[in-house]
């Protein structure tokens, strides 16, 4: 079965840097593009940022860009979230996402999802 | 401030049906039909419901079914169960000059 798990959030300082990662089994990784999205406490979902299966194509949310990279290591079934610069705005649970491909893959819908990370900026 | 307008709550007994509203623009909403609904437990992932405005994935129950009319799309739930108690987020493709999804600002279905 499709499994998502993120690691990496915690605490950090405003104008720190973490990065998250999202190990990825049950499905063939590096066919699929995946995403970050994210929820800051009792608020609702925000995009973060998409990449596509083979890493070709890389896309922001304007609240992350220039600030945030995403990447992927399909030898690791690996994604991961670079978070420079972090803000208190910043301070949400992460979650990883598939691209949802029912015949044809739609790069707009998120059919699995990890369980989240936490990432606080504080100081 | 989310960029997709849904009310903050709605709520029916078992067995019936509530419509939850998703308002948008047509930079979003209005402009494709790459709208989707996301259903969240408390403490959980959320689960895709809904895609292409009314498609269900395998394994949706039926009783889940969306539409949209103009820059408002919509989620009913029919025959209202327990289960059905969750947070549910609208979302839709809103990248005219570079990729972009919108959510919604979630909606507390409450089951009486």
């Known amino acids: 079965q499709v499994q998502l798990v993120e690691s990496g959030g915690g605490v950090v300082q405003p104008g720190g840097s973490l990065r998250l990662s999202c190990a990825a089994s049950?499905?063939?990784?590096?066919?699929?593009?995946m995403h970050w999205v994210r929820q800051a406490p009792g608020k609702g979902l925000e995009w973060v940022a998409f990449i596509r299966y083979d890493g070709s194509n890389k896309y922001y949310a304007d609240s992350v860009k220039g600030r945030f990279t995403i990447s992927r290591d399909n030898s690791k079934n690996t994604l991961y979230l670079q978070m420079n610069s972090l803000r208190a705005e910043d301070t949400a649970v992460y979650y990883c996402?598939?691209?949802?491909?029912?015949?044809?893959?739609?790069?707009?819908?998120?059919?699995?999802w990890g369980q989240g990370t936490l990432v606080t900026v504080s100081s | 401030q989310s960029a997709l307008t849904q009310p903050p709550s709605a709520s029916g007994s078992p067995g019936q049906s509530v419509t939850i509203s998703c308002t948008g623009t047509?930079?979003?909403?209005?402009?494709?039909?790459?709208v989707s609904w996301y259903q969240q437990h408390p403490g959980k992932a959320p689960k895709l419901m809904i895609y292409?405005?009314?498609k269900r994935p395998s394994g949706v129950p039926d009783r889940f079914s969306g539409s949209k009319s103009g820059n408002t799309a919509s989620l009913t739930v029919s025959g209202l169960q327990a289960e059905d108690e969750a947070d549910y987020y609208c979302s839709s493709y809103a990248g005219s000059n570079n990729f972009d999804v919108v959510f919604g600002g979630g909606t507390k279905l409450t089951v009486l």
């Open positions: 996402a598939k691209e949802y491909c029912g015949g044809d893959c739609y790069p707009y819908y998120f059919d699995y």
């Open positions: 047509s930079s979003d909403v209005g402009g494709y039909n790459y």
């Open positions: 049950g499905f063939t990784f590096s066919s699929y593009g």
């Open positions: 292409e405005v009314s």
